[in-house]
C-alpha cells in the first residue's frame, strides 16, 4: 500500500527516493518520484495526511494547484 513514516504520516517525493531522503528505497520506478506523489506512483497525496503540513488555507490551494499539474504530466 502507502510508504508511511513512524507517525503514521504518508510519504511523499523525495521522502521517498533513497538517494535524495533518509528514508529505506520505496519506490517501485526508477523514474524519481514527483514532488507530492506517493509511493503508489501517479497518486498524489497533499495536506493533513503528509508529515510537516502548515495546516494554512494558502498552502493547501497551493499544494492543490501543484497537485493538479502533477496528475497532468503523470498522466502524459
Same mark, same amino acid.
Given at each position: 500500500?502507502? &510508504?508511511?513514516? @513512524?507517525?503514521?504520516?504518508? $510519504? =511523499?517525493?523525495?521522502? $521517498?527516493?533513497?538517494?535524495?531522503?533518509? #528514508?529505506?528505497?520505496?519506490?517501485? +520506478?526508477?523514474?524519481?518520484?514527483?514532488? +507530492? @506523489? =506517493?509511493? +503508489?506512483? #501517479?497518486?498524489? &497525496?497533499?495536506?493533513?495526511? /503528509?508529515?510537516?503540513? !502548515?495546516?494554512?488555507? &494558502?498552502? &493547501?490551494?497551493? @499544494?492543490?494547484?501543484?497537485?493538479? /499539474?502533477? !496528475?497532468? /504530466? #503523470? +498522466?502524459?
Amino acid at each position: 500500500m502507502f &510508504a508511511l513514516d @513512524e507517525q503514521g504520516f504518508i $510519504l =511523499t517525493g523525495r521522502d $521517498l527516493d533513497p538517494i535524495l531522503g533518509s #528514508a529505506p528505497p520505496k519506490w517501485p +520506478l526508477s523514474r524519481p518520484p514527483q514532488m +507530492l @506523489e =506517493t509511493s +503508489l506512483p #501517479a497518486v498524489f &497525496a497533499v495536506r493533513d495526511i /503528509r508529515s510537516g503540513d !502548515v495546516k494554512r488555507v &494558502a498552502s &493547501a490551494m497551493g @499544494e492543490g494547484s501543484i497537485s493538479i /499539474r502533477l !496528475v497532468h /504530466r #503523470a +498522466l502524459a
